[in-house]
């Protein structure tokens, strides 16, 4: 019976070539095979190293049609290692599905340390780092993102977000708009040469924000738990809702439920027998 091969889980540099860990310039050379988010631009990386393993693409768009042909191979004895265009694959990046699938059916998969673009953004941010969520990208959807958010109204964790330069104005206006002036970092060209960090708050940042490029960590503070008010009932939240956004009670109900975590139509009939009383 032939052994199931490896898949290594390679993070690649975010920027700075210098940091491309020794050891996956190794694990590049002698695996059977790489899978790359972008192959135009892994060639780069991979003739900068000197490294000659053949490629395959593995995007979000190919995720389901080609997970099942490299798992075949993996179950072949082969061994894969997949990279993404930078940082760390599967973390808002291409790679959870294979990597999921992978482990379900015992697949050895062994992950490579390296540069990951939100851990150097907080790290260095000076906000607390005991205890934090990481969000990645927000929903491009007006709605979806605004819902999103406010289910994060009451998170008491520093909050990590990644986002484009062309939606950073827009995205740190919603959060001023639905959390309130936090303190906030942004960090761009992470480990490039017009590396940058900015802290301050929301209105501060927004100041000083104007047609960047590339792409943006946001570290958002999370809210002191002595400010959150257990005791609101739930026709008060919707009515701040309304209040503080401009929404109609339709929204402010959705917008209750994600904060909440219930389903809508829950929360829908138990605002009608407040609004009763």
């Known amino acids: 019976m032939i052994a199931y091969g490896t898949l290594y889980i390679a993070c690649t ?27 135009r631009n892994t060639i780069k990386l991979l003739n900068h190293f000197d490294i000659h393993t053949s ?13 099942g042909g490299l798992l075949e191979m993996l179950k072949n004895g082969k061994n894969i290692a997949l ?36 851990v150097l953004a907080l790290a260095a941010s000076g906000l607390p780092t005991d205890k934090f969520a990481f969000e990645g990208f927000l929903p491009r959807e007006n709605n979806l993102r605004i819902r999103q958010l406010y289910s994060l109204k009451d998170e008491t964790k520093t909050m990590i977000f990644y986002e484009a330069g062309n939606r950073i104005e827009d995205t740190i206006s919603e959060m001023k708009k639905i959390l309130g002036n ?21 209105d501060s940042i927004l100041s000083y924000i104007s047609n960047f490029k590339g792409e943006f960590v946001i570290i958002v503070c999370g809210k002191p738990a002595d400010l959150i008010n257990p005791e609101v009932s739930l026709k008060e939240e919707i009515e701040n809702i309304q209040k503080e956004l401009g929404v109609t009670a339709k929204e402010a109900i959705k917008l209750a439920a994600a904060k909440l975590n219930k389903p809508k139509r829950e929360v829908y009939n138990e605002y009608l027998r407040e609004n009763k009383n």
């Open 182 to 202: 936090r303190r906030c970092v942004i960090a761009r060209e992470l480990t490039k040469k017009f590396e940058e960090i900015k802290r301050g708050n929301f």
């Open 83 to 118: 990279v993404s265009d930078a940082g760390m694959p599967g973390i808002s990046d291409p790679g959870q599905i294979f990597i999921k699938e992978a482990a379900d059916i015992g697949i050895n998969i062994i992950p490579i340390p390296g540069p990951s673009a939100f």
């Open 13 to 39: 540099p975010i920027g700075n070539l210098e940091d491309m860990p020794p050891r996956t310039v190794r694990i590049l050379k002698e695996v059977d095979l790489i899978a790359a988010e972008d192959t």
């Open 55 to 67: 490629m395959t693409s593995y995007h979000k768009f190919s995720e389901k049609s080609k997970t």
